[in-house]
């Protein structure tokens, strides 16, 4: 899928032959750049700034839903917890701003909830879901400096635990 210099291209690898296909293009020529991406029952997920899209490997198609994104964001940390997706942190367009926000998206119902806010501020952050609990890692903080440190958002308790990180 797209990146910076975005052309709303889509294109799928195949490891086994070493090659890549043309697939259906982004609908309405949206250009994502730094937007992660996730995967719930065979569909992948997209959010631009406001936009939630899905596309179906399977037949091709893509789909954009109706709610709009409550904070409008790029370079976000992304999981799935329970077969909702959360989007992490991030920063405001165009202003780099980092962010301290979770939202929490349920694509069979199509709607948009707000949970626990991170501890930190922080953009550029990777994450990643294991078992029950998302990791948020590295990223940068409102003073663009490089974080060490970890945190994990458990979903039943809706709550965030800090790690640091020691290099040895």
Same mark, same amino acid.
């Not at 982004?26 to 406001?50: K, R, S």
């Not at 899905?54 to 976000?76: A, G, H, Q």
């Not at 998206?105 to 998302?134: E, H, L």
């Given at each position: ?62 789909? /954009? ?9 790029? /370079? ?45 501020? /922080? ?46």
């Amino acid at each position: 899928m797209s990146g910076i210099g975005a052309t709303g291209i889509n294109e799928e690898y195949n490891p086994a032959t070493d090659t890549w296909t043309t697939k259906a293009p982004m609908p309405n020529g949206i250009e994502i750049a730094d937007l992660p991406a996730t995967v719930v029952h065979g569909f992948i997920y997209i959010f631009d700034y406001y936009e939630t899209y899905s596309y179906s490997p399977l037949t091709d198609t893509w789909n /954009r839903y109706l709610s709009e994104k409550p904070t409008m964001r790029s /370079r976000y940390g992304i999981g799935v917890l329970n077969d909702h997706i959360y989007i992490i942190g991030g920063s405001v367009p165009a202003v780099g701003i980092p962010l301290d926000v979770n939202e929490e998206y349920d694509p069979a119902t199509d709607a948009w909830t707000t949970v626990s806010q991170m501890p930190s501020f /922080r953009t550029g952050c990777g994450a990643a879901t294991i078992g029950n609990k998302i990791y948020v890692i590295g990223g940068r903080d409102p003073w663009w400096t490089y974080l060490g440190t970890n945190e994990e958002f458990t979903f039943e308790q809706d709550t965030y635990r800090y790690y640091i990180h020691r290099k040895n």
